[in-house]
């Protein structure tokens, strides 16, 4: 048994470590190769244009051709689209190497229950029909939430990057800009810290330079990111430009609104820590303390009392 584990393990650590190692050095400076010089556009961000399209690696390539070949209904296709686009997956191939990845997830599971409890198999032919179809549901179900702990950690670094870049954009709104010019200061400012949000705002004014509508474009960064708080400023944004009001004052009053906010939220979390604890301590630090507190008078009490059960024997 030790023999198959190891068999297995070795090489899937071995493609692992090559992986990690050609993804951090290798594939970027191909990638840049590839890609040919940054171009800076109206004085903003540099945006690298290719002559060509990158290729896609020998694993890429593989699992989007096995991803075409599972059969996915209109409801699951546009669920996990907006996931992976939440995600900031936003391939067209994208939903097809996520179906390539959850095919090779089952079938790892599936062979890895076969290889390892091979014996207990053979003996129990119910058991091995439940434990295939179990093993190969949990691989392929495992992807999923590996996405969604990709779009829950993509959706807090967003909602941690606003408040920032909210204080930046008034500070350039008041400072004269005009909203594109002030958006492009925030992408170009803050694109070290917060490449998040850097990105979204990077999207929406490339999508404006392409001829799409301001409110359009800010509708499209709403539903693209499907962040609370960011859509309450798209909507300030919206309103405003169509009011015709101050951008400056709603840009404020909106900072405030979002302040006020986090400290009625960080209050509530705060208020919520007593009733959480109350299971921690229940099964871990009581026994403890109960541990420390009676076990030495309990031992004493032992000791003292079986000499005296002995003797009335």
């Not at 096995?66 to 936003?90: D, V």
């Amino acid at each position: 048994m030790v023999l198959i584990v190891s068999i297995i393990l070795v090489p899937l650590l071995t493609v692992a470590i090559a992986a990690l190692f050609m993804r951090k050095h290798v594939a970027p400076a191909r990638l840049v190769e590839q890609l040919g010089p940054s171009v800076n556009v109206n004085g903003g961000n540099p945006v690298v244009f290719g002559e060509g399209q990158v290729r896609e690696s020998p694993v890429i390539g593989m699992l989007h051709r096995m991803g075409r070949l599972l059969p996915a209904s209109p409801q699951q296709s546009k669920y996990s689209q907006n996931q992976l686009t939440i995600a900031g997956f936003r391939s067209d191939s994208a939903f097809e190497i996520y179906l390539g990845i959850r095919l090779v997830s089952a079938l790892t599971f599936f062979f890895l229950v076969l290889i390892l409890l091979r014996d207990a198999l053979q003996q129990n032919g119910m058991l091995k029909i439940v434990l295939i179809i179990f093993s190969a549901f949990i691989g392929y179900t495992l992807p999923s939430f590996g996405l969604g702990w990709l779009v829950k950690r993509r959706l807090r670094a967003l909602r941690r990057a606003l408040p920032d870049a909210l204080d930046l954009l008034v500070v350039c709104v008041e400072a004269g800009l005009g909203l594109d010019q002030a958006l492009q200061n925030v992408t170009s400012e803050l694109a070290g810290a917060h490449k998040e949000i850097c990105d979204e705002l990077t999207l929406m004014l490339l999508e404006m330079r392409a001829g799409k509508r301001r409110n359009d474009a800010l509708k499209s960064l709403g539903e693209r990111t499907q962040e609370p708080e960011l859509r309450r400023l798209v909507t300030t944004l919206t309103q405003s430009d169509r009011f015709g009001t101050s951008l400056g004052d709603a840009l404020r009053a909106h900072s405030e609104f979002m302040r006020v906010r986090r400290r009625q939220d960080a209050e509530e979390k705060a208020a919520k820590v007593g009733v959480k604890l109350v299971f921690p301590i229940f099964f871990f630090i009581l026994p403890s303390m109960l541990v420390v507190s009676i076990g030495p008078g309990l031992l004493q009490l032992i000791n003292g009392l079986l000499p005296m059960l002995k003797s009335f024997q």
